[in-house]
């Protein structure tokens, strides 16, 4: 399918050469009109990973992509099982060798796997902010520690609200789970947004 989608992606591109070759356009205008269609469609692309408010746009990218490592997990959160869940996050462990992203996987993972130790273990190896002082505060959340939940360091909009609905979750406050993950949701953006969505929405299925 991706083939296809390139191959009439050039298709398309050669014949508008074409006809502004036969146009008589200039060679430098041509290119430049090619430039901007390409920083275009890649623009639109960063825009749906990172700032869209639009899910019915992820969705489709993300189903579109869901074979990827990147893409598996918020697929698997969206669609999959728990099992889904587990095997998404061990392809992304295998394949992503930069410390900061493998053991943020490995820390959701540990948290699926209700194994605080590992979870710790990983947080402590992330070595990146603000990624770093979110599974920390995840963590102090899950043991009620709410002093520690809170940090300077959590400079993502949407990260200390979502904090402050796991820890709504584990005392069982619905009200205030409700709260925050409204917050949370509204303050992320793209994919980001997806996967709290429909986190949060697995959450209030088990409260």
Same mark, same amino acid.
């Given at each position: 399918?991706?083939?296809?989608k390139?191959?009439?992606?050039y298709?398309?591109?050669?014949?508008?050469?074409?006809?502004?070759?036969l146009?008589g356009v200039?060679?430098?205008?041509?290119? %430049?009109?090619?430039?901007?269609i @390409?920083? @275009?469609m890649?623009?639109?692309?960063?825009?749906?990973?990172? /700032?869209?408010?639009?899910m !019915? /746009?992820?969705? !489709?990218?993300?189903k %579109? =992509?869901?074979?990827h490592p990147f893409?598996?997990y918020?697929?698997?959160?969206a669609? *999959?099982t =728990?099992?889904?869940?587990?095997?998404?996050?061990?392809i992304?462990?295998?394949k992503?060798?930069?410390?900061? #992203? +493998?053991?943020?996987?490995k820390? &959701?993972?540990? &948290?699926?796997?209700?194994?605080?130790?590992?979870?710790?273990?990983?947080?402590? +190896? #992330?070595? +990146?902010e603000p990624l770093t002082?979110?599974?920390?505060?995840?963590? @102090?959340?899950l043991? *009620?520690?709410?002093?520690?939940m809170?940090?300077?360091?959590?400079?993502?909009?949407?990260m200390?609200?979502a904090i402050e609905?796991?820890y709504?979750?584990?005392? +069982?406050?619905?009200?205030?789970?409700?709260l925050?993950?409204?917050?949370?949701?509204?303050?992320?953006? %793209?994919?980001? !947004?997806?996967?709290?969505?429909?986190?949060?929405?697995?959450?209030?299925?088990?409260l």
């Open positions: 399918m991706k083939i296809t390139l191959v009439i992606f298709l398309i591109i050669f014949m508008l050469a074409l006809v502004l070759s146009a200039n060679v430098k205008i041509s290119l %430049g009109i090619f430039i901007l @390409a920083i @275009a890649i623009y639109r692309h960063i825009h749906i990973l990172f /700032w869209t408010n639009n !019915k /746009w992820v969705d !489709k990218l993300v %579109g =992509r869901k074979k893409f598996a918020p697929y698997a959160v669609y *999959g =728990r099992v889904d869940l587990i095997h998404s996050l061990d992304a462990i295998e992503y060798k930069q410390p900061a #992203i +493998k053991y943020n996987y820390f &959701i993972k540990a &948290i699926l796997e209700e194994n605080l130790e590992e979870a710790k273990d990983a947080a402590n +190896k #992330i070595n +990146k002082s979110y599974a920390k505060c995840y963590i @102090a959340a043991e *009620g520690r709410t002093t520690d809170r940090s300077d360091q959590l400079t993502q909009p949407w200390q609200p609905a796991v709504a979750y584990e005392v +069982k406050n619905e009200a205030d789970l409700h925050y993950m409204q917050e949370s949701i509204e303050l992320a953006r %793209g994919v980001q !947004k997806y996967v709290l969505i429909h986190t949060f929405e697995k959450m209030k299925t088990d």
